[in-house]
């Protein structure tokens, strides 16, 4: 069974950074395909990164050159640097994982078993 625990949420202002993290327990890192999720208030969850076993990444649009998703096999962790927050980037955090996806579906969350339980990102005007 696959663990995810996230941490790294907390409350900054516009314009500035912050980076998740996600620990992955009960399976490699490596053997995984990981992706970043969040939900915003009166939203869907949508698909903010992913990354594959070979470390190749997708982005949403809203997210391009601002965030970057990366993989620490050696720890065993995912993570999400987030620069250049605004307030739309607001929402509460998720980090998933698979043991395959479709890259062409990288972003979509029916693609992902296994989900840890989100971390609050505020972001302040």
């Known amino acids: 069974q696959v663990q995810l625990v996230e941490s790294g949420g907390t409350s900054v202002q516009a314009g500035g950074s912050l980076r998740l993290s996600c620990v992955v327990r009960?399976?490699?890192?490596?053997?995984?395909?990981m992706g970043w999720f969040r939900q915003a208030p009166g939203k869907e969850r949508e698909g903010v990164a992913a990354?594959?076993?070979?470390?190749?990444?997708d982005y949403a649009e809203s997210v391009k050159g601002r965030f970057t998703i990366s993989k620490d096999n050696t720890k065993n962790t995912l993570y999400l640097q987030m620069n250049s927050l605004t307030p739309e980037d607001a929402a509460l955090y998720y980090c998933a994982a698979a043991l395959w996806v479709n890259r062409h579906l990288s972003l979509l969350q029916s693609g992902y078993g296994f989900w840890g339980q989100g971390t609050q990102v505020t972001v302040s005007s």
């Open positions: 009960g399976e490699i890192s490596s053997t995984l395909f």
């Open positions: 990354i594959d076993r070979l470390g190749r990444t």
